[in-house]
Nanobody, 124 residues
Framework: QAQLSESGGGLVQPGDSLRLSCAGS????????MGWFRQAPGKEREFVAA????????DYAESVKGRFTVSRINNKNTVYLQMDNLKPEDTAVYYC?????????????????WGRGTQVTVST
């Protein structure tokens, strides 16, 4: 069964950068779109970014466009989320997820496998 494991979270100051990594297992990794979601305290989980299985098609939430970049290296079964110019409102647990299909979507129910999350805290 495919599994996902996030890493790279931490405590940073506003304006700093972080890169999250998500390591996947299973032979289907390269055939499925991948996504990042986040959940802040007291809020529902929300879409952040997604990338297609191949060709590098991406989608982003409006709140992170121009600051976050999603990428993947299929032969390493890894997807990344580069987060620049971080803001306090980016504080959340960030989850990596695998889509049921090859194209990026923003709908949480399209993602069938989830990691356990990594905490990102942006604070002075």
């Amino acid at each position: 069964q495919a599994q996902l494991s996030e890493s790279g979270g931490g405590l940073v100051q506003p304006g700093d950068s972080l890169r999250l990594s998500c390591a996947g297992s299973g032979r289907s990794f390269a055939t499925k779109a991948m996504g990042w979601f986040r959940q802040a305290p007291g809020k529902e989980r929300e879409f952040v970014a997604a990338i297609s299985a191949v060709e590098g098609r991406t989608d982003y939430a409006e709140s992170v466009k121009g600051r976050f970049t999603v990428s993947r290296i299929n032969n390493k079964n890894t997807v990344y989320l580069q987060m620049d110019n971080l803001k306090p409102e980016d504080t959340a647990v960030y989850y990596c997820a695998r889509n049921r299909g090859p194209l990026p979507t923003m709908t949480e129910s399209d993602f069938v496998t989830w990691g356990r999350g990594t905490q990102v805290t942006v604070s002075t």
